[in-house]
């Protein structure tokens, strides 16, 4: 969104081509790190966003794009529906999607005690028990940050051992008010508008466990498979983008959490947007 109102503002013919608006940030129960709100739902963070897209002469069409293909000059992406669009510029902003548990329920308390994003939401858990979902490096990242917040913090991993660094294990180990279940697997999420409970079984026992939130970190997935092929990706699938956000295909650039830049949060995603945005422009005024 950021992206196309920069473009929007150089005078450029815009199309906005997306499955949805807001992508991760309206799975965010409350934002309180956005420069201008102390804070705010994701939810309500988007429709500001939105408010604010719509400000502008542009084109939003409400369709996936499934692949993008070099024309002369420029590029045809197609979408979901078989449609395509023509371009002399490409940005891709197409975010991560997380690996879901598969649990029955899962979306239905997502947002509501189900979260994916221990960075945005975990300050919203303070004082309450709360699990958090795997045991490599991201899940253990999220319970180290929980365990100074919340009253207790379950680490749930489904095989055998953590495989995150030792010296966060060790964090955890330390940790007064954390307790490491490996072996385990968690069958059932429960409660009525918000999450209550889950259960977990270990070899053939099962066990509830009272929690409030459930931080979901078996990894994320970049939504890069429209340029698979036509730019390079990294070995996470992310898309490789300069300090401006280019790619190495003339006139293709990328922005967000879909590319190999560091730190995955709203305000670095909204700044990227911006750089692609310029760096378009440029290639199409310039021809750089």
Request: hydrophobic share 45%; net charge negative.
């Amino acid at each position: 969104m950021t992206a196309a109102i920069y473009c929007a503002r150089k005078q450029l013919s815009v199309t906005v081509l997306t499955e949805d608006i807001g992508g991760q940030t309206l799975w965010s129960s409350a934002v309180e790190n956005y420069l201008g709100y102390e804070y705010i739902k994701g939810v309500d963070l988007v429709a500001r966003f939105e408010e604010h897209l719509k400000s502008f002469k542009l084109e939003t069409i409400y369709k996936k794009a499934v692949s993008v293909a070099p024309e002369n000059p420029g590029f045809t992406v197609t979408d979901s529906v078989g449609i395509k669009h023509g371009a002399r510029a490409v940005i891709v902003a197409t975010g991560k999607s997380p690996r879901m548990l598969g649990v029955p329920d899962e979306e239905r308390f997502r947002g509501k005690g189900v979260t994916y994003c221990a960075t945005c939401d975990a300050p919203l858990f303070a004082g309450m028990d709360v699990a958090v979902a795997g045991g490599g490096n991201s899940g253990l990242d999220a319970a180290v940050q929980l365990v100074s917040l919340a009253k207790r913090v379950y680490l749930i991993e489904a095989g055998p051992r953590l495989i995150a660094d030792e010296v966060m294990v060790e964090k955890m180990r330390q940790a007064g008010n954390a307790e490491i279940l490996v072996n385990t697997t968690i069958t059932a999420l429960k409660g009525n508008t918000m999450l209550e409970s889950i259960v977990v079984k270990s070899n053939q026992s099962e066990r509830e466990l009272a929690v409030r939130g459930l931080f979901v970190e078996i990894g994320l997935i970049p939504n890069s498979a429209p340029v698979k092929g036509l730019a390079p990706l990294n070995e996470l699938g992310e898309i490789k983008v300069d300090r401006v956000g280019r790619t190495d295909v003339a006139g293709l650039f990328a922005a967000g959490d879909v590319t190999d830049m560091p730190e995955k949060q709203i305000i670095i995603a909204a700044g990227e947007g911006a750089k692609a945005a310029l760096s378009a422009y440029d290639f199409l005024v310039r021809g750089s």
